[in-house]
């Protein structure tokens, strides 16, 4: 008895907590007419509000933490009312409210109806007859629910099942960027470890276990690699288009599908069970990035040209911003970095071609370590890899001169530069206006040990007891390294020297890779 004494008291509790509304009722005298709400008892009656519609001549009544003896549903009163035609009731149980909503006729048109209490129990909100005929009584515990639950549970279950894919596709997308051209096939479970595709001139086959013997084909809209896909003989068989020979990538449950190409509009095609979805990015040309949204907006309108709507918020009919970002593509300029420095003619360096001075903007042609092949002012020449640094690797006290000598980029040295692919010559600027930058990781940048990618193999000591390799920084003139087997660097360590090479040992993303840089040849080539 003791014991569950706390449980009775906690139940009593939560239940005085809560109001409970029995009936509504409705009724008129030779006065007016009015609505009843009556509630179990005068302790705990709720917060209510009152609400109304012009536009759907709807009367919506809301209670706090109030339960309602009659079910959810649609209650239909009287079509030809000119008072209550209906009443449909729900509950909102993230925020605790009963709403019934009243499908009224001319006689109810405002919110401002006078409620009163009616003993000590009953909200009771008037309205006057101005002269006019009543109507009948009803009482909402008389007339049936209409049942909608099930319907939408029908609904739901005519959709299990169905898939505009071919059986065991999840999904594919098509995605086109300024470097690649890609096709990702999502299967609906793991490919087995050791599949090899079947290449011949026009397809790509996959032996899956456990796979249909033959579907219909499905194209791939936009794919440059792809005619379309289908299960042939219990194979997986997408078919190529004429002289294509992609670079194939399986991983897990996907099979991804690359092939290079010239840059071009930003593009991506993606199929899901259920329905598909397309989107192309706004690209101009040579303008700056919008400051604000509301700019962006006139610029994409000033650019969709005659016949071409933009799209909209079905509900609001505005245009909106909360997933939008503009891109706009710029040359991944290089800049010199240095007071002064030499263009020359070769990797042999010679005579200078002539000076370059610090903002000075370089287009790169070619890596030559310890040299880049540049083009500036229509020259092409030879500048050394630590005089220069791409734009958006510049410091913060590097941008600043740049902005007080008036060299920087018209889109601004603070756009954000996102590379597709490896392909130097062309980056992707992009402004989230004051949003967080969607490509920036949450997580804060390691900064233990050196970090190899700004380092070049100069030279090595070797010894068979204790070889020793030197590495110049390319982004600090002067600055050089010696390193021995076993020394970290950021992500990892030496794991071995060799009289031309060192290997390193890295750990990315829980990744474990190895990467070997070479010392350069007379001719600037690894060797």
């Known amino acids: 008895m003791n014991r569950n004494l706390p449980i009775i008291l906690i139940f009593l509790a939560i239940f005085a907590n809560s109001a409970t509304l029995q009936d509504v009722r409705f009724s008129c005298n030779s006065a007016k007419c009015s609505l009843e709400f009556p509630f179990r008892g005068e302790q705990g009656l709720p917060d209510y509000f009152q609400k109304f519609d012009s536009a759907k001549h709807i009367l919506q009544v809301a209670f706090s933490k109030t339960e309602f003896k009659l079910k959810d549903g ?3 009163i009287d079509s030809l009312s000119s008072w209550i035609k209906s009443a449909k009731v729900s509950n909102d149980k993230a925020k605790n409210l009963l709403y019934i909503n009243f499908k009224c006729g001319d006689e109810i048109s405002s919110d401002r109806n006078v409620v009163e209490l009616r003993n000590k129990t009953n909200f009771v909100m008037s309205f006057n007859l101005n002269g006019k005929n009543s109507t009948k009584s009803w009482t909402l515990a008389n007339i049936k629910a209409e049942e909608k639950i099930a319907e939408k549970t029908n609904e739901k279950s005519v959709l299990e099942g169905f898939s505009i894919l071919p059986p065991h596709i999840a999904g594919v997308t098509v995605q086109r960027n300024s470097a690649w051209d890609e096709l990702l096939i999502i299967l609906d479970s793991q490919l087995p470890k050791q599949l090899k595709p079947e290449i011949t001139d026009s397809s790509v086959s996959f032996a899956v276990p456990n796979a249909p013997e033959h ?10 690699i792809s005619k379309g896909f289908a299960w042939s003989e219990g194979k997986l068989t997408i078919y190529l288009k004429d002289s294509i020979s992609p670079a194939i990538l399986l991983n897990k449950n996907r099979i991804l599908l690359q092939i290079p190409t010239t840059a071009g509009k930003l593009s991506n095609w993606k199929v899901l069970p259920t329905g598909l979805s397309s989107n192309e990015y706004y690209l101009p040309s040579n303008e700056q990035l919008a400051v604000k949204s509301a700019e962006f907006a006139q610029k994409v309108d000033k650019n969709s040209g005659a016949g071409k709507k933009l799209v909209t ?6 245009f909106s911003f909360a997933n939008t970002i503009q891109v706009k593509r710029s040359d991944a300029s290089y800049i010199v970095t240095e007071d002064i420095t030499s263009l020359f003619p070769s990797a042999a360096e010679g005579r200078p071609l002539e000076a370059l001075e ?8 070619k890596k030559q370590p310890p040299f880049y092949k540049v083009s500036f002012n229509n020259r092409e020449g030879f500048v050394y890899q630590r005089d220069v640094l791409p734009e958006a690797d510049l410091t913060t006290s590097q941008k600043d001169k740049l902005r007080r000598l008036k060299k920087e980029s018209p889109g601004g040295v603070d756009s954000i530069a996102a590379k597709f692919g490896w392909k130097d010559d062309d980056k992707i600027t992009y402004s989230s206006y004051g949003f967080r930058d969607p490509f920036i990781e949450v997580r804060g940048l390691e900064n233990d040990g050196i970090n190899i990618d700004n380092l070049t193999l100069v030279g090595v000591v070797f010894e068979n007891e204790m070889p020793m390799a030197v590495l110049s ?3 600090t003139r002067g600055l050089s390294h010696t390193l021995h087997e076993g020394d970290s660097v950021k992500n990892g360590k030496i794991l071995k020297i060799s009289p031309n090479s060192v290997l390193f040992l890295l750990q990315e993303y829980g990744v474990s890779r190895r990467y070997t840089m070479s010392l350069p040849d007379r001719y600037g080539g690894a060797q």
């Open 74 to 76: 649609n209650y239909n």
């Open 215 to 224: 579907s219909m084909v499905f194209q791939t809209a936009n794919s440059e």
């Open 313 to 318: 918020d079905k509900k609001t009919g505005e």
């Open 358 to 365: 610090f903002g000075d903007r370089l287009r790169i042609l």
């Open 473 to 475: 920084d390319n982004k």
